[in-house]
């Protein structure tokens, strides 16, 4: 069974401080790894992903995310973190064989609180 | 282009009655996913539909049900509606289903109340 694991329920922040959300994942298999944000009152909007290659991803909003096999890890990061940040971060998992690929599994979520 | 769209967005029903929500996914994407989300449980897979066939299933009861027709929009249905069915229900489209690294694209939910 796939699985993920966001250890911080909230993470805070000051504006202008560079901010790591954690995220660890566990699968039988190569992993699919994501990451969404939700605003209040909104769907997720997807953030970005790690699919193979270069361990380090960027993505949307000056985020990005670090792959690292050995520790089943994809820490979400952001150099400089603004106030518009604060939101509600999922980190989510697949695994694909031989084409077929298995659900999306999101972690429990971990909420951002960047104050000036 | 437009992205996904969920309807209703609000809906309150009373207990022992169904619902149908609706998904119509971004233009040319095939595979169409439900969640269900609330703060005790978190964001709950129900179904996923590639090709107007159901790909993946989540561990909800049979009350719970879905259909993708040849257009690519969804349908889910809730039969028999218990208080523990209120939460936030999400759609997600995405190109594909197959090989699994396409991202998903999220509606803006449809938030149904059972009383």
């Known amino acids: 069974a796939q699985s993920v694991a966001q250890p911080e329920d909230q993470v805070n922040v000051a504006e202008g401080n560079p901010l790591t959300v954690k995220c660890t994942y566990s699968v039988s298999g190569n992993p699919y790894l994501f990451w969404y944000v939700q605003y209040p009152n909104r769907g997720l909007q997807f953030l970005l992903k790690?699919?193979?290659?270069?361990?380090l991803v960027k993505g949307s909003y000056g985020f990005e995310a670090e792959f690292n096999k050995s520790q089943t890890s994809f820490h979400l990061k952001k150099p400089s973190a603004l106030v518009s940040d604060s939101a509600l971060y999922f980190c989510a998992v697949r695994v694909s064989n031989t084409g077929t690929a298995s659900k999306l599994t999101f972690g429990t979520g971990t909420r951002l609180q960047v104050t000036l | 282009k437009a992205g996904v769209t969920q309807t209703p967005r609000y809906l309150i029903k009373t207990r022992g009655q169904q619902v149908t929500l609706s998904c119509s996914p971004i233009?040319?994407?095939?595979?169409v996913s439900w969640y269900q989300q609330t703060p005790g449980q978190g964001l709950q897979f129900l179904f996923e539909y590639f090709s107007e066939t159901q790909r993946n299933k989540g561990n909800f009861p049979g009350r719970f049900s879905g259909r993708q027709f040849s257009n690519s929009r969804s349908e889910m249905n809730v039969s028999t509606l218990e208080l523990g069915d209120s939460a936030l229900y999400l759609c997600?489209?995405?190109?594909?289903?197959?090989?699994?690294?396409?991202?998903?694209?999220f509606g803006p939910g449809t938030r149904l109340t059972v009383t």
């Open positions: 233009s040319g994407h095939r595979s």
């Open positions: 997600a489209s995405s190109l594909s289903f197959q090989g699994g690294w396409y991202e998903q694209y």
């Open positions: 790690y699919i193979t290659g270069d361990n």
